[in-house]
């Protein structure tokens, strides 16, 4: 795994991944079964206490301090994993049985600040995606898929961009949070930050891209009754913080006029000029970036046995 600069990087030692595996566990023993879509805040909550108890002060703060530090991913490495049913490579799974991981990975985005959340055209509605290799999705661009390439892009750049103190259903989420259950194929997660990508292009190109001549299409991972495509928009704009920020997908993102398809045509060269940060997560990896800031792929790969398959746990958080 490798790790550039800006990317805030955690581990805990197997004694304190021990014991916030026992506390999590004994306060959710004393409850009923837990789920993240019915009880996603008392999961949070549970969480979020036992970690903020016990994990070291710069650990805490990291999180904390995250959102605001314009760093493009942060990992902690080490969490607890605990056993675990076979991976659900359908894609989805009763959700009782992973309650440790769940309070922890709801935990962790409550002490970034963020409020996680659905969509209904999307994963069944459900909160945690199974990032998953199911046949079902073979030859597709899809979080579930394996054998297609995962091109370049953010999370649902078909929707606009949303602002603070608004419900982030509407519009493109701004962090994507990760918890690692199995990775045996050594798969890694690819990010690179857009502010690296815009270093490699001319001033006329990073113009051209922040012209309203774009049309963006939703990812084949949403249902029939996905918002969009988004049209007569830019792919790149500054966001309140003066910071840029990005919507796009390599395979649904279309110029509208000559001067942007050429525009896409040297943004995703420059993509391919522009070193990436790859995670492969262990189990109990927690990672996070800003789906504003980021671009993420992931390549092709043979997964393993079905109930050993590679296994992530995804949410969106606003």
Not at 37 to 47: K, M, N, Q, S, V
Not at 166 to 185: I, S
Not at 210 to 226: C, L, V
Not at 288 to 310: E, I, K, Q, S
Request: hydrophobic content about 40%.
């Amino acid at each position: 795994m490798t790790a550039g600069p800006g990317t805030a990087r955690f581990g805990l030692d197997d004694g304190l991944r021990d014991v916030l595996a026992k506390e999590v566990h004994e306060r959710i023993e004393c409850a009923e079964p837990l789920a993240p879509d019915t009880h996603g805040a008392i999961l949070a909550r549970i969480g979020g206490h036992v970690l903020e108890r016990h994990l070291p002060g710069r650990v805490v703060d990291g999180l904390r301090e995250f959102t605001g530090s314009g760093a493009p991913a942060l990992i902690i490495e080490n969490l607890p994993r605990p056993e675990v049913p076979p991976t659900p490579v359908d894609g989805f799974c009763e959700e009782p049985p992973l309650a440790v991981i769940n309070a922890l990975h709801l935990g962790l985005v409550r002490l970034l600040g963020g409020v996680p959340f659905a969509v209904e055209y999307e994963n069944r509605g459900l909160l945690m995606r199974n990032v998953v290799p199911n046949p079902a999705a073979a030859g597709r661009t899809s979080s579930w898929g394996a054998d297609a390439e995962f091109f370049w892009h953010s999370d649902n750049p078909h929707l606009p961009f949303g602002e603070p103190g608004y419900d982030p259903r509407p519009f493109v989420p701004r962090h994507l949070a990760f918890y690692a259950v199995r990775n045996q194929e050594r798969v890694p997660t690819e990010v690179v930050p857009v502010g690296e990508v815009l270093s490699g292009l001319d001033l006329e190109t990073r113009r051209d891209l922040t012209r309203p001549e774009f049309e963006i299409g939703p990812p084949a991972s949403t249902g029939a009754d996905a918002p969009g495509p988004l049209r007569d928009v830019a792919v790149l704009e500054a966001g309140p913080d003066g910071r840029p920020r990005i919507r796009y997908d390599q395979g649904t993102t279309r110029g509208g006029t000559a001067r942007a398809a050429a525009a896409l045509i040297r943004l995703a060269e420059a993509f391919e000029n522009t070193a990436a940060e790859r995670f492969a997560l262990e189990p109990g990896g927690f990672l996070v970036f800003d789906n504003y800031r980021v671009l993420h792929r992931r390549r092709a790969f043979v997964p393993g046995p079905p109930v050993t398959a590679r296994w992530l746990r995804r949410c969106y958080a606003g």
